[in-house]
């Protein structure tokens, strides 16, 4: 495969200018790689989803087992770092959101990073978002030695000195693993992402659910980031109805964030057996997960923390690619493959084939899915 065809392999988003800007600054920037021993200290870089935290959480593990000694640090996001807070893996916790969410306010708080970072004197910098901003701010303007990220994802490979390809697609979980075991040249075998949580969490729950009353219940998570991703609100409104009718027995948990308040709100008019669940602590949400006769939801945060937790997912999925986001274990997924998949789905549909890929996903089907945990 020749070189700028590797910038193809995962991003629709200007491989081509990925290519020429790693092609350009490697012309000026040389950045030697020197063998990875006995780190002291780790930096993993995470600042993005929530979900895509929680896709990560084995790679502490990984390194921990590895390098026992070594303290890891990790920088998140205030929504995402929830996921980690009680993560004996990881040693300390720098929380940072993107900076273009935040416009200028953003950038000056990454200059106070970047100061916290070159005080920490990590050793290793790894990022697993694969952002060449990151690349740049996190690890080579702080001079930390060895930098380790994917570099044909997003560009970034002059500022590496551990440029590792990314030459097939595979699972977000997989692909992790190739990452940190090709940089230290380990030999790992494949393992799964994990939420821990403690008594006190667990206190917490119980006290929620003895306050909803919440003796038997199942989730359903309607929102999504991006609309393109979302399951018809008519279809969710007829699935709630169905399922309240089938089993009136049980509670229905409608779970999601800030921004699908509105949805919620709305699926709950006159059901007096629904329970809005509106921004939750997701590691708190693990455990309501784990003990829910059935979760439904559309890809995004819900779908990785229900699954990694073990709780009984119905995965909604549409045009994100399934070959690098998917649930790995205890899931039914509900997919209709059209001509069109994957595709950007952060851009609102515009039906190439003629009709909306997650329009196609029948009640029906999400019944029969349920129905078969609920047989369990």
């Known amino acids: 495969m020749k070189q700028k065809d590797l910038y193809k392999i995962r991003t629709e988003i200007c491989p081509n200018f990925n290519y020429y800007f790693d092609k350009i600054t490697s012309f000026f920037i040389k950045s030697k790689k020197k063998k990875i021993k006995n780190p002291k200290k780790i930096l993993i870089i995470r600042n993005d989803h929530i979900g895509d935290m929680a896709y990560s959480t084995h790679i502490f593990r990984i390194l921990k087992n590895y390098f026992p000694k070594t303290k890891i640090g990790v920088i998140a996001t205030a ?16 929380e940072i959101d993107l900076f273009w969410r935040r416009k200028f306010r953003g950038f000056l708080d990454y200059l106070k990073i970047i100061k916290k970072i070159r005080k ?16 740049f701010f996190f690890l080579w303007v702080p001079k930390i030695k060895s930098r380790i990220s994917f570099y044909n994802v997003n560009g970034g490979k002059a500022f590496l000195t551990h440029p590792i390809c990314y030459d097939k697609k595979i699972s977000f979980t997989q692909e992790m693993i190739k990452l940190v075991a090709d940089a230290f040249n380990l ?22 659910i003895k306050e909803k009353k919440l003796k038997k219940y199942v989730i359903f998570a309607p929102g999504a980031t991006e609309e393109a991703k979302k399951w018809p609100e008519k279809k969710f409104d007829e699935l709630i109805n169905r399922f309240h009718k089938k089993y009136p027995g049980y509670k229905v948990v409608l779970s999601g964030a800030n921004n699908d308040k509105d949805l919620i709100q709305r699926l709950c008019v006159g059901k007096n057996f629904c329970v809005p669940l509106i921004n939750f602590n997701l590691r708190l949400m693990s455990i309501l997960f784990r003990r829910a006769g059935a979760i439904v939801a559309n890809d995004g945060a819900g779908t990785a923390v229900s699954w990694i937790s073990g709780g009984k997912l119905v995965s909604l999925a549409g045009p994100v690619d399934l070959e690098l986001s998917r649930a790995l274990k205890n899931s039914k997924i509900i997919h209709h493959k059209l001509d069109c998949y994957p595709c950007f789905w952060t851009q609102p549909c515009k039906k190439p084939c003629g009709i909306w890929c997650m329009e196609l996903i029948t009640v029906e089907e999400v019944m029969k899915a349920i129905d078969d945990f609920m047989r369990k």
Not at 196 to 202: C, F, L, V
Request: aromatic fraction near 6%; glycine fraction near 4%.
């Open 79 to 94: 929504d995402n770092r929830q996921l980690i807070e009680k993560d004996p893996y990881i040693d300390k916790i720098f």
């Open 187 to 208: 030999k790992v075998k494949n393992c799964l992402p994990h939420i821990i949580t403690d008594k006190e969490d667990k206190k917490e729950v119980g006290k929620l």
């Open 120 to 135: 920490e004197k990590f050793d290793v910098g790894i990022d697993l978002r694969q952002s060449k901003l990151n690349i």
